[in-house]
Nanobody, 122 residues
Framework: VQLQASGGGLVQAGGSLRLSCAVSGLTYSSYAIAWFRQAPGKEREWVAGISCTNDDTVYSDSVKGRFTIASENAKDTVYLQMNSLKPEDAAVYYC????????????????WGQGTQVTVSS
C-alpha cells in the first residue's frame, strides 16, 4: 500500500496549486481519501475528503469554496485543487486513506503519504 503526495511549491497569495495523491495497493470501494495539513507549531488539520459516507466530497470550513477534491482512474489519483490561496494555507499537506469513510478528523486513517510542502507568500 502506498500513497504518494506531490505538487507542492511556492505560490503568491491569491494563486493556485494542484496537489496529487497517487494511490496504489488499496481496494477502490474500501476507503475514502482525505487531505490533511500541518503548519509549523500547529496541530494537524483535516482539510477535505472524497468518497465519503454521506456526501461524495466534504470540506473543512477553512477551505470550502476555494479548494476542490477530485479523483480519476477509480481513485488511483486524488487531486486537491487549491485556489485563492492565503498565507494561512501554508503547510505540509498529506493524503491519507480513510477506512471508515467518515471524512473528518475522527475517522480511522490507515495509510499516509509522505507530505508535500505548500508555501504561500504574501
Amino acid at each position: 500500500v502506498q500513497l504518494q503526495a506531490s505538487g507542492g511549491g511556492l505560490v503568491q497569495a491569491g494563486g493556485s496549486l494542484r496537489l496529487s495523491c497517487a494511490v496504489s495497493g488499496l481496494t477502490y470501494s474500501s476507503y475514502a481519501i482525505a487531505w490533511f495539513r500541518q503548519a509549523p507549531g500547529k496541530e494537524r488539520e483535516w482539510v477535505a475528503g472524497i468518497s465519503c459516507t454521506n456526501d461524495d466530497t466534504v470540506y473543512s470550513d477553512s477551505v470550502k469554496g476555494r479548494f476542490t477534491i477530485a479523483s480519476e482512474n477509480a481513485k488511483d489519483t486524488v487531486y486537491l485543487q487549491m485556489n485563492s490561496l492565503k498565507p494561512e494555507d501554508a503547510a505540509v499537506y498529506y493524503c491519507a486513506a480513510d477506512l471508515y469513510h467518515l471524512c473528518n478528523e475522527h475517522s480511522r486513517y490507515t495509510h499516509w503519504g509522505q507530505g508535500t510542502q505548500v508555501t504561500v507568500s504574501s
